[in-house]
């Protein structure tokens, strides 16, 4: 079996590629070879050794879905390939608009639905929750400079300024939510959220649902320790009905299919959880879940490769991970290969 | 036209990929952009450039010309060369 | 010279890390040598650059496909062409032949449809603009008038009296769909009861004939399920007339606003990816109207003024090189023959931009900027480009909203419109213009002769 998959970005603000990869390699009874879809000629998954056993340049999906599927085309004629797993938010609209397209030259995909990527989308969160009795902070859709001035009639400072796909800022004022604003702005475009700070400690949970309104498995962790950039640098696995509950539902609700990450926070004031958001793929931590018993990557090919999955019953709470930086050397010859050629 | 100098060190492979290892930074050049830079590297002159690249491909000395004046602004840029 | 090689000019690339790749050396770019399979090259010959192409066949498919969309979801449909978005004749008219009605915002627009022969009620007569003049004429011809505030509803009930005529009336209303900007300043407003008074003043005068309601929710929508809310909005007014009047409205216009292919400069994933497909805009209308229940002959038409959608990919920009250049950055810029005066839609739109020729596969970041002796003159502020030369041409996709109807005459005259017609040969639909037609409207006072 040949799996593609991305986001071997594997950096301080990483993507889940290389774990993903880790918990297929490990999948019971799984043969096959695992290759790398980049961006960047630096994503260190690359140059990881017994990761990737080849890797790809390929367009971002900014520069337009035709030259994406024209590129996909030429590596499949090389490597045929079973699946691919995007693992990037960025990503997930492109490949689901492709997905036909690929399914009928061979590749299977196992992604959100377009419906279920919007419920997620950060904009339209906060009424999905709403009506199906979940806390969610309160949220503003900014679509221009003039919206930042109806923060003071919505909520008090700070607040949370966040991009439709990646960034956030915490704001104290307005003359900080500005400048949060103007930065995610450029880089990510419209609209902005403007959201209800809450304050308390964060979970997560690493969930995959079948598409049939299934949760295959679930795995709640809690960050011990946060980097400046607000990501997970170590974190620990929790026995946490409440947080598998709420996962169960969301799950039930939206029928969601493919992996994914819910993000919430524990107000510190009420006690009661929030759902802060939901990313539509697995987190950079997921290979915690096999870890804990529950190989959800793995889980995950075998859905998309039509196989019955039975639902993990349990996993081992106390599991840690701890991320740690290692540097991979190489040389500038390697680094050739894939600037010039766009394969390694 | 003025002679230029290519920084000692600077290696430039079959496939156009260009390391310069006094600063880091690496290139690629096209086809016509390697031969090029091959040539300044082994003090050509322009007009001994622009003969070769006529003499190889199909083209005008005249737009030949242009192009190697926009190349070489190029390579100052990067400072991949400099005035001798 | 047969054995030597084909020349390209000389590139040399920087690697950045986190910026755009370059995979293999794959151009990114495809040339577009034709259009609807006449050559670019010929184009020009003839008609000369820059130059405007439409597609005769791609309208009409357009045009087909929606309809076909919309009638596989609700029974009654009707187009109507909105003529801001490209008022040029021979566009109108494609649309009238296909059976679209005219959707016209201004006495100027209005007199343009009724010389193409369309008559009064088949014109919609819309916009906060309409002089006593423009009214009465509209009166007379049995134009549908939608009424934009209540100064007009007044100016139309006088008009009415003096003239003992009655008027085809519906009111345009605005209304709250979750989506941002509001759009508010156009029509009755739906939340705060405003609508319904400005209904209960046009039913209480028998002069005025109630036969529609209106509403435009926006521009470029990226959601359906606002036109969901907005049109069942409207079915929610069009049951109050019928409970409290006993009047059945005759159509239910949505206005226009369907997102193009064009992405935005604000946006990062391309429109192609994010922008829903006409038949979810199609499904969100007719699953809105449906909370109507009415019999199945009461149903209201459904009217839709798609402009955008209909028309932006159908038209073309051919364009010329004039001069390559290196910036103080280091940056390289392409100046083309074609400006923002000609690509008014430049300033909100990435358009795709495609040379008309095989230009190597060496590509580089570029600005490309248009002719105009103006700073912001720019038609994209960054673009993976091939390298061009001088004389080489370009063409700039989905450029047929807007940019016939707002071109700016400043700096240079507009230049020739051309249609390729389904047969393949080429008709001028609106010469350029030239010195003579310039002067025409000038008037130098004897003083100063």
């Known amino acids: 079996m040949n799996i593609a998959v991305t986001g071997l970005n594997a950096t301080d603000n990483p993507g889940p590629g290389v774990p993903l990869i880790r918990s297929i390699r490990e999948g019971e009874g799984f043969s096959g070879n695992l290759i790398g879809l980049i961006y960047d000629s630096l994503e260190p998954g690359i140059y990881m050794k017994d990761i990737a056993s080849k890797c790809y340049l390929i367009p971002y999906p900014s520069s337009g879905l035709e030259q994406l599927y024209q590129r996909i085309l030429q590596i499949h004629e090389k490597e045929k390939l079973d699946l691919i797993i995007p693992c990037l938010d960025s990503e997930l609209y492109g490949f689901a608009k492709l997905q036909d397209r690929l399914s009928a030259i061979g590749i299977k995909t196992f992604l959100p639905t377009i419906d279920q990527l919007n419920i997620r989308a950060k904009d339209n969160l906060f009424d999905f929750c709403k009506s199906n009795g979940i806390n969610v902070p309160k949220n503003i859709l900014a679509n221009s400079l003039q919206d930042m001035y109806s923060i003071p009639n919505n909520f008090n400072y700070p607040i949370a300024v966040k991009g439709i796909f990646y960034d956030a800022y915490i704001a104290n004022n307005f003359e900080e939510a500005l400048t949060a604003f103007n930065k995610l702005r450029v880089k990510w475009g419209y609209p902005i959220i403007l959201q209800e700070f809450i304050r308390g400690d964060e979970f997560n949970v690493v969930a995959l649902g079948d598409g049939k309104g299934n949760m295959v498995g679930a795995v709640p962790m809690r960050k011990l320790y946060i980097t400046d950039k607000g990501k997970g640098w170590a974190g620990v696995t929790l026995d946490n009905p409440i947080l598998m509950e709420i996962s169960k539902k969301v799950i039930e609700k939206v029928k969601w299919r493919s992996g994914m990450e819910l993000e919430f926070i524990k107000s510190a004031e009420t006690g009661e959880y929030y759902l802060l958001e939901i990313n539509p793929r697995f987190p950079a931590w997921v290979y915690l879940a096999p870890s804990a018993g529950q190989n959800l990557p793995y889980a995950l090919v075998r859905l998309a490769m039509g196989e019955d999955v039975e639902p993990f019953t349990n996993y081992t709470s106390g599991i840690i991970f701890v991320r740690s930086s290692w540097d991979l050397i190489t040389s500038i010859k390697e680094y050739e290969k894939i600037a010039t050629f766009g394969e390694y | 036209m003025t002679n230029y100098i290519v920084p000692q060190n600077v290696a430039i492979s079959d496939s156009g990929f260009l390391f310069q290892p006094a600063t880091g930074e690496s290139y690629t050049l096209n086809e016509i952009g390697k031969l090029i830079f091959k040539m300044l590297q082994s003090n050509s002159s322009g007009e001994q450039i622009i003969e070769k690249v006529c003499e190889e491909y199909d083209a005008e000395a005249k737009s030949v010309e242009r192009d190697l004046e926009d190349f070489i602004t190029q390579l100052k840029h990067y400072s991949l060369l400099k005035l001798s | ?449």
Not at chain 3, 33 to 59: A, M
């Open chain 3, 1 to 449: 010279m047969a054995d030597k090689k084909r020349y390209e000019r000389p590139v040399i690339n920087k690697h950045y890390s986190g910026l755009m790749n370059k995979f293999g050396s794959r151009p990114t770019t495809a040339p577009k040598t034709e259009i609807d399979g006449v050559p670019v090259n010929d184009l020009v010959k003839q008609f000369g650059s820059p130059l405007y192409v439409f597609s005769e066949k791609q309208i009409r498919n357009n045009q087909r496909n929606a309809l076909r969309i919309f009638k596989t979801r609700y029974p009654k449909v009707q187009f109507a062409w909105s003529y801001k978005t490209n008022y040029l004749n021979a566009i109108c008219n494609i649309f009238h032949q296909e059976g679209s009605w005219a959707e016209v915002v201004s006495e100027f627009e209005y007199d343009k449809a009724r010389k193409l022969g369309i008559k009064g009620e088949h014109i919609i007569f819309n916009g906060p603009d309409k002089s006593r003049e423009a009214l009465l004429k509209a009166i007379k011809e049995k134009a549908k008038i939608h009424i934009d505030h209540f100064d007009e509803l007044y100016d139309i009930i006088e008009l009415t009296q003096e003239t003992n005529l009655k008027a085809q009336v519906a009111i345009r209303v605005n209304l709250d769909v979750g989506v941002y900007p509001k759009w508010d300043r156009f029509g009755f407003n739906y939340e705060n009861g405003e609508a319904t008074q400005a209904l209960k003043r046009i039913m209480m005068n028998k002069n005025l004939q109630l036969i529609g309601l209106h509403t435009h929710i926006g521009t470029y929508m990226m959601t359906a399920e606002a036109y969901r809310i907005a049109a069942s909005k409207l079915a929610s007014l069009a049951r109050f007339l019928k409970d409290e009047y006993d009047t059945i409205v005759n159509y239910i216009d949505m206005g226009g606003g369907f997102a193009s292919h064009n992405t935005l400069i604000g946006q990062y994933l391309p429109a192609e990816e994010v922008v829903p497909s006409m038949e979810q805009f199609a499904e969100a209308i007719a699953s809105g109207l449906y909370e109507l229940n009415f019999k199945v002959d009461e149903m209201p038409t459904l009217i839709l003024e798609t402009g955008r959608a209909l028309i932006d990919d159908t038209g073309y920009i051919i364009s010329t090189v004039l001069a390559n250049k290196r910036l103080s950055t280091g940056r390289r810029a392409l100046v083309i023959d074609a400006g923002v005066n000609l690509l008014f839609t430049g300033f909100w739109y990435k358009h795709s931009i495609n040379p008309a020729q095989d230009s190597g596969v060496n590509i580089e970041d570029t600005t490309i900027f248009g002719p105009l002796c103006m700073n912001i003159d720019v038609i994209r502020e960054t673009i993976n480009f091939p390298s061009l030369k001088k004389g080489d041409r370009v063409v700039i996709d989905y450029t047929g909203a807007y940019n016939n109807t707002q071109w700016m005459q400043f700096i240079n005259m507009r230049p020739n419109v051309v249609m390729v017609m389904e047969d393949s040969t080429v008709e001028l639909i609106r010469k350029s213009e030239n010195l003579d037609y310039m002067l025409n409207r000038e008037i130098l006072p004897d003083k100063l002769k």
